[in-house]
């Protein structure tokens, strides 16, 4: 099992910036990557960004690309979520999620195996 705990959200203007931080423990030589989704109240969950744990290949979605970034720290089983410039739209819990599959989409929930309970981001216009 890995056990996933994400933190860093809360309030914020728009244009302003957050970080997450997302802690791993456990079984964490099984996870190959790790990635963020949000869900906003009545809509459909969506990726958010992805990393590949010994890589560092990045991925990401299409709202949040030049304005998110990601990146792990190994030593720390952490991964983080740079949110710049954020916009209203981008309020919405937060989720980390881990994966022990290699060679697949990181784009899709279903390739996640363990998840954490979320983070709040709420971005003021």
């Known amino acids: 099992q890995v056990q996933v705990v994400e933190s860093g959200g809360g309030l914020v203007q728009a244009g302003g910036s957050l970080r997450l931080s997302c802690a791993t423990s456990?079984?964490?030589?099984?996870?190959?990557?790790m990635g963020w989704f949000r869900q906003a109240p009545g809509k459909e969950r969506e990726f958010v960004a992805a990393i590949t744990w010994s890589a560092g290949n990045t991925y990401y979605g299409d709202s949040v690309k030049g304005r998110f970034t990601i990146s792990r720290d190994n030593a720390k089983n952490t991964v983080y979520l740079q949110m710049n410039s954020l916009k209203p739209e981008d309020t919405a819990g937060y989720y980390c999620?881990?994966?022990?599959?290699?060679?697949?989409?990181?784009?899709?929930?279903?390739?996640?195996?363990?998840w954490g309970r979320g983070t709040q981001v709420t971005v003021s216009s």
């Open positions: 999620a881990a994966s022990p599959y290699g060679g697949v989409s990181y784009y899709s929930p279903g390739t996640y195996s363990y």
């Open positions: 456990g079984r964490t030589f099984s996870i190959y990557a």
